[in-house]
């Protein structure tokens, strides 16, 4: 009894979800401000409504031509005036039915258009103001998929919630009121009842296999999640000849799918079945019914042909209704997976009373800095550090001391425990996010570029930059003349991730773009380790230019790269375990020192081992 009470409370509470959902698209409907969206809505409605009441008197013109036409009519009647007459209105009638039906789409796709613009723009807008630790633990293919469905769920609740559902029912009130005072209380109840059960039908069913389709959405986007995710990272599967490997998985992926899909099929052949039966019973019964009348003299042929016109006419939306109300269930899942995301809250956000950042040099302070992932794995354990503006501050140390969270940290990609960070002794928790991350510049150590050219990557440090500023970005990054070069210059297509383009290359791109954005701050995080000797001493000499007059931090792995940092900060679990000018920390003879010594040695042997291959 209590598993069933639960269940029940689930269920309501899905319902109750499932109104929330179905609401929260009022606003979009009904625009504030937007009086022409608001009149495009209510002419639609009003031709919705004339549509149906011409669809309805239909069949009386049909009933009426059809008696006209039977043996009691007179013969010079038939011949002239009344067929000829009823048969125009009853085409003209038809005609108006489905010019009023066209006009009201025609009429409300721009409301309908606006509402599913907005929807995916601010969920785009709400994704970009997530924090980072939402994008490290969602997947980006089942994140995608999951916004697909929710636009195309809101895009079919628009259509068919107001244009098919709601006239269905309108349809439902006029038919079953014409029943009653046209032929009595029985048939209307006949009717009524038959409608009923349909619809009682059609919702258990229905109820039940959903489970079955929410599972294929289940393995839909676990199967799409494998495939970006095995595709986004085509040359490690490649490195390892993994692909009958992957093709495994996704084909395990797709299994579940179709066993769950073949599930739904089934269950949806018995509601079909159902739907066809109900229906087929309702319309023999008043059919019989109606025939009675007529061999009892009670009603005409016309009357009888009205009777299944109009059954008709009320079964075969209503049969339609039965797919309608399926994919509106199905929609509003699908939207609330959506309208999940868009209800996530960030982990970082703006105070209230936030304002921009001054800069005035771009000093940069980290006071009693206390920072952890999870609560049992403290990163950094009071950090304290100074970056005068216009100077340099390296920070080195081994994997996991927490070097690349510092970065993080003053980015503001995730908030502090304790202590504080300043930016020209202005606390980053008291000013906007955007105004901290316009005055910061970061070159990765893996630079990802978009899947466009060369000359939209190094203008996104800034939009709205001219092409002359562009190029001379290029040049001060040192990679202008190898862009020259190219077939189609600066139009050069990157690929994906920037994967037509080798690792220096991407990093003077990288570069060209930082400087382009001309921050006050710039963070360099081990931006050329991956870089062979050549390269690396190639792309040191853009960084050095580009760090001039500018507050930086480098945090690096070769020690050559900052030997003449103003200061270096050695890290160690969490901790500064040294600090000083780079002969300072040679002198102290400490974990500076052993670093220094272990490169000197590998530097050394490549040279060894360079000379003996020559």
């Avoid at 799918?257 to 079909?272: G, I, W």
Wanted: avoid cysteine.
């Amino acid at each position: 009894m209590a598993s069933q009470t639960g269940q029940n409370a689930s269920e309501g509470a899905k319902t109750v979800s499932h109104w929330t959902t179905a609401k929260s698209l009022l606003p979009y409907l009904w625009v504030k401000g937007r009086w022409d969206l608001r009149w495009r809505v209510i002419l639609a409605l009003s031709f919705l409504v004339a549509a149906k009441f011409i669809g309805v008197y239909v069949p009386f013109l049909f009933k009426d031509t059809v008696d006209a036409l039977s043996p009691k009519a007179t013969a010079e009647a038939i011949a002239i005036a009344i067929p000829t007459g009823l048969i125009i209105g009853y085409g003209i009638a038809r005609v108006l039915s489905l010019l009023f039906g066209e006009l009201r789409d025609a009429v409300f796709v721009k409301v309908g258009q606006h509402a599913l613009r907005q929807v995916a723009l601010k969920t785009f807008r709400h994704l970009h103001n997530l924090s980072l630790s939402f994008h490290l633990e969602r997947k980006t293919g089942g994140l995608s998929r999951i916004i697909e469905r929710g636009t195309k769920g809101i895009d079919f609740l628009l259509r068919f919630m107001l244009f098919n559902i709601l006239p269905t029912l309108l349809e439902i009130v006029l038919i079953s009121s014409i029943f009653w005072v046209k032929f009595g209380f029985l048939y209307a109840a006949v009717t009524f009842a038959a409608l009923a059960s349909y619809i009682y039908f059609t919702i258990a069913v229905t109820e039940w296999r959903l489970k079955f389709r929410r599972e294929m959405n289940d393995q839909d986007t676990k199967a799409n999640t494998k495939a970006i995710d095995s595709l986004i990272n085509f040359e490690t599967v490649k490195y390892f000849t993994n692909e009958e490997h992957e093709s495994r998985r996704y084909d395990k992926a797709l299994e579940r799918f179709e066993s769950a899909a073949v599930r739904s099929q089934f269950s949806l052949t018995l509601l079909n079945v159902g739907q066809g039966l109900i229906i087929s019973l309702g319309l023999v019964f008043v059919l019989w019914m109606g025939a009675q009348g007529v061999v009892q003299g009670k009603y005409t042929i016309g009357e009888y042909v009205l009777i299944n016109s109009l059954l008709i006419q009320i079964y075969m939306p209503l049969n339609f209704l039965g797919f309608v109300y399926r994919e509106i269930k199905q929609s509003l899942t699908d939207m609330e997976k959506m309208f999940e995301v868009i209800s996530t809250h960030s982990d970082v956000t703006d105070n209230v009373d936030a304002k921009d950042l001054e800069i005035n040099g771009g000093g940069v302070l980290f006071r009693d800095v206390k920072f952890h992932y999870a609560k049992n794995r403290p990163i950094l354990k009071g950090i304290n550090f100074i970056v005068p503006a216009g100077t340099t501050t390296a920070i080195v140390g081994a994997s996991g001391a927490g070097k690349s969270t510092i970065s993080r940290i003053l980015f503001r990609f995730y908030d502090i425990a304790e202590g504080g960070v300043s930016v020209d002794g202005q606390d980053i928790r008291t000013i906007t996010q955007k105004s901290l991350r316009e005055q910061i510049g970061v070159v990765p150590q893996d630079t990802v570029l978009f899947n466009d050219t060369i000359l939209y990557n190094i203008r996104y440090g800034r939009p709205d930059a001219t092409d002359e500023e562009v190029i001379e970005a290029a040049r001060l990054a040192q990679i202008h003349s190898f862009i020259e070069a190219l077939p189609e210059g600066y139009d050069t297509e990157v690929g994906e991730r920037g994967l037509k383009l080798s690792g220096g290359e991407k990093q003077r791109v990288a570069i060209a773009r930082t400087i382009l954005k001309n921050p006050a701050i710039l963070l360099l995080d081990e931006a050329t380790s991956a870089l062979d000797s050549q390269t690396e001493r190639d792309i040191q000499a853009s960084l050095e230019q580009i760090s001039k007059d500018r507050t930086t931090i480098v945090i690096a792995h070769r020690l050559s790269t900052i030997v003449d940092s103003d200061e270096i900060l050695v890290m160690d679990a969490g901790e500064i375990v040294e600090r000083g000018t780079h002969s300072e920390l040679l002198d102290m003879q400490g974990m500076y020192a052993d670093m220094w010594q272990r490169q000197l040695e590998v530097k050394e042997a490549k040279e060894k081992l360079v000379k003996l291959e020559a």
